[in-house]
């Protein structure tokens, strides 16, 4: 693995590069410093060397606040996609290692709870096929998919449109659907036919629910703070939130929560998508098989 990245006036390290994408995202060198696991003078030093090797002003600093400049902007978004590119290049490598010492496996990423139907039945079919290798299944949070498919983590992934950002990726349709409003049962809303997006905002008794962001804080509302689908079950069951989610989630519902039709939520698409990179037999077969299904 190449141990230096090439960035506009000067050659920036690996580790500087990490250091400054940390101390970024942070705006704060303390938070960063622990998040790298170090004292926070060398951090410091480690970025002022790096401002003066590049001839640039990256961070405005004053006794109370870390802002970016514009430069550190810029170096902020291109240096993210430097890492995320030699992360991917490392978990590819590895994985294509296992392969030549007999060891073939697929990841398939996808949100925990969703398409667990459809999941089933692509992984039961894919195993019936002729020279089908193991599927290692990679469940995550809303979101994160896609990053860990561009990270190399996984080798195809289930995303769902208009939520999930495939750009970038190659992708199969495979299931249309309405979505859902799930609701406690007994609930006064859960006794409807159906309903609209806006009966469900300003639900005193129902706040939404609060996933957290990419930094891991949790936006600023009143309703719960949930962190896996199983929780957030939990919790409409208990008449804490609701959960808006495609159709198909009844299949997962317990006798305490209800599912109202929402006549005007937007369409959910579930997909499969890969890098139009891979090259992996094993791979096109178990898209194959999901178009199939």
């Known amino acids: 693995m190449a141990r230096r990245v090439r960035a506009y006036a000067g050659a920036v390290e690996t580790r500087e590069l990490r250091y400054f994408v940390a101390v970024a995202e942070e705006l704060h060198f303390g938070r960063a410093a622990q998040r790298l696991g170090m004292a926070q003078p060398p951090l410091s030093r480690a970025i002022s060397q790096l401002e003066r090797r590049m001839g640039v002003e990256l961070l405005q600093r004053d006794s109370h606040s870390v802002s970016l400049t514009a430069a550190g902007a810029v170096l902020l978004h291109e240096g993210r996609a430097a890492l995320e590119a030699m992360e991917a290049a490392e978990h590819r490598t ?3 290692a296992l392969a030549a010492a007999g060891r073939p496996s697929i990841v398939l990423v996808t949100k925990a709870g969703a398409s667990s139907e459809l999941l089933a039945k692509l992984l039961h079919a894919y195993a019936a096929e002729p020279g089908s290798i193991p599927v290692d299944v990679m469940l995550c949070g809303p979101g994160q998919q896609a990053r860990l498919l561009a990270g190399g983590r996984a080798d ?21 659907e309405g979505q859902v409003a ?29 996933w957290p962001t990419s930094d891991g804080s949790y936006p600023p509302g009143p309703g719960p703070e949930v962190q896996s689908h199983s929780q957030l079950l939990q919790l409409i069951s208990l008449g804490r939130t609701l959960m808006v989610s495609p159709d198909s989630c009844r299949s997962q519902l317990r006798d305490d929560t209800v599912a109202v039709p929402l006549v005007d939520a937007p369409r959910v698409t579930t997909v499969i ?15 194959r098989t999901a178009v199939r299904l």
């Open 156 to 176: 195809v992934a289930l995303l769902h449109r208009p939520f999930d950002d495939t750009t970038g990726f190659d992708t199969e349709e495979l299931l249309t």
């Open 94 to 96: 590895r994985r294509a």
């Open 273 to 287: 998508a890969w890098p139009p990179s891979s090259r992996s037999l094993a791979v096109a077969d178990l898209v």
């Open 182 to 210: 799930v609701l406690p049962a007994g609930h006064v809303l859960s006794t409807h036919p159906s309903l609209r997006l806006s009966d469900l905002d300003d639900v005193p008794d129902l706040p939404r629910p609060r």
